[in-house]
């Protein structure tokens, strides 16, 4: 079945470090890719979305490529803080007949930013 | 103005009693969704509604009843409590159907079956 898959957490990194997390998924047809973060004791926030092959999303520092190819969505960002200290949540939406916005989640990688 | 908002936050009770989660979306979104969080932190979908019509039901059993009085809201309610049914259940809504939509999430209820 359709389904995503992330990299075992947690990744604890120092202020400043480079961050990737990877992502990578199984679906028929073309999917809409997204990425969530979920911060300590709160619901999960949309950090960026992309809608097509080759398409960038981005925010706040963080961007990940849709690479159909390698069916991958991989998040980075060149700088991280503390505050981004968060669990991040890889999904998919829309796979073969289905259009209901109904999200599939990878199993979320925690990251942990030391000062 | 919260967007999307549960109640309760927390939810503590014992096995065998039923209980109710609700939920209200001031976005004006036609769609609201319930995931399930367990403890390992994995999200699954349980229920979507589209004004007000059921179009998900991901093999939850029907312990499980959601109820949409009207497009703000989506309630669920839980009979026979379990101790597995201890999770932390999210609502969600998107403005529709579809897979480019953002949903936005509600802060979540933890739910301690005892």
């Known amino acids: 079945g359709d389904s995503v898959t992330q990299m075992e957490g947690p990744v604890t990194l120092s202020e400043e470090a480079f961050l990737t997390i990877n992502c990578t998924y199984t679906a028929t047809g073309y999917p809409s890719l997204f990425w969530y973060v979920q911060y300590p004791g709160e619901g999960l926030q949309l950090l960026l979305k992309?809608?097509?092959?080759?398409d960038k999303g981005s925010n706040k520092g963080f961007e990940a490529t849709y690479r159909k190819e390698t069916t991958s969505f991989h998040l980075e960002k060149g700088s991280v803080q503390v505050s981004d200290s968060a669990v991040y949540f890889c999904a998919l939406s829309g796979v073969g007949s289905s259009n209901t916005g109904k999200l599939i989640f990878g199993q979320g990688t925690t990251l942990q930013v030391k000062p | 103005d919260t967007a999307v908002s549960q109640t309760p936050k927390y939810l503590v009770t014992q096995m065998g009693n039923d209980k109710s989660i609700k939920c209200e979306q001031n976005?004006?979104?036609?769609?609201m969704y319930w995931y399930k969080q367990d403890s390992k932190k994995f999200l699954k979908i349980m229920f979507s509604?589209?004004?007000?019509?059921?179009?998900i039901n991901e093999t939850v059993p029907n312990r499980f009843s959601p109820k949409s009085p009207d497009k703000a809201h989506l309630n669920l309610h839980i009979n026979s409590l379990e101790l597995g049914d201890s999770a932390v259940y999210f609502c969600?809504?998107?403005?529709?159907?579809?897979?480019?939509?953002?949903?936005?999430f509600g802060q979540g209820t933890r739910l301690t079956v005892v």
């Open positions: 509604y589209n004004n007000k019509e059921l179009i």
């Open positions: 992309a809608t097509k092959a080759d």
């Open positions: 969600a809504s998107s403005p529709r159907q579809g897979r480019n939509t953002e949903a936005f």
């Open positions: 976005l004006g979104h036609d769609t």
